[in-house]
């Protein structure tokens, strides 16, 4: 950091196992990316090339080689490999990820009816070679899925060979583990706390609010991602208690407490 203050919470350090920051790239240009590390390199620890945008995605080795350079891991999105599943071509795809020398993939069954065993066996035989994510929960609105469940699939696919499992929210953060409107199924998140570990989990989180829902409930080293490009630098005052958000989290209560003194009697 560039200078000394008090009562700022530990950051876990790169490579990181907890306090992971997971961008979404939906289809930066070159430079682009070339910016987002210049910028925040040191505090993105993976970077989704988001849905199917590998796809079209212009100079692809050449950003996924810049992000590897900077110790980022890489991984195709999660519709792209149901793409390739429902297409039949699961060896086409596992040739696809060899090729791009990418160190992950994400499974993930959020726009194709998978039966959950088969899932597992594709996770299964992915990780043999490389880092495995999978992600648990629908795309599709007004599917809700019962706490037990959640937590059976996540912990079944954490043994099946998963890294991580990625608790569902889209980009929108309106579906998954959030509500409609953007706020976050507490019940939910607190019954698969209890059955899954913090640190196995990463939590979709594109919105301001829930990221800071999460720092606020699980502290600053809490996996968050489909975090913005543009994003990723505020997340990280967000985590330091160096936004008004999350402002007095670290403070001493006796230091809080006379702020806010002060401010009711200025």
Known sequence: MNYSLSHIPARSSKPREEGLTMVMDKGLSLRQSEDLVD??????????????????????????????SNDIKV??????????????????????????KVEAA??????????????????????RDITVLSEVGSKESGILISPAK???????????????VIAEARESGTVGIYRPSGHAHTTLVNRILAKV????IIWEAPLKS?????????????????????????????????????????????????????????
């Not at 195709?76 to 060899?98: K, M, N, P, S, W």
């Open 106 to 127: 994400e499974v993930s069954d959020g726009s194709i009816n998978l039966p959950h065993d088969i899932k597992c066996r594709y996770i299964n035989t992915l990780a």
């Open 197 to 200: 570990p913090g640190q196995d």
């Open 39 to 68: 910028g925040a390199g040191h505090l993105v620890d993976l970077v989704k090339l988001g849905f199917g945008t590998s796809f079209a995605t212009p100079k692809l080795k050449d950003k996924i080689a810049l992000y590897q």
């Open 210 to 266: 829930q990221q800071t829902w999460f720092i606020q409930q699980l502290g600053a080293n809490v996996n968050l991602g489909n975090v913005g490009p543009d994003e990723v630098m505020a997340l990280e005052a967000l985590r330091l208690g160096l936004r008004g958000d999350t402002f007095f989290q670290y403070l001493p209560e006796d230091m809080a407490e006379k702020l806010r003194q002060v401010q009711e009697n200025p």
């Open 150 to 164: 959640w937590v059976r699939m996540m912990n079944d696919e954490l043994q099946a060979g998963s890294w991580k």
């Open 75 to 100: 991984y195709l999105g999660g519709t792209l490999f149901e793409a390739f599943i429902a297409r039949g071509q699961f060896e086409d795809y596992r040739r696809l990820v060899a090729d791009l």
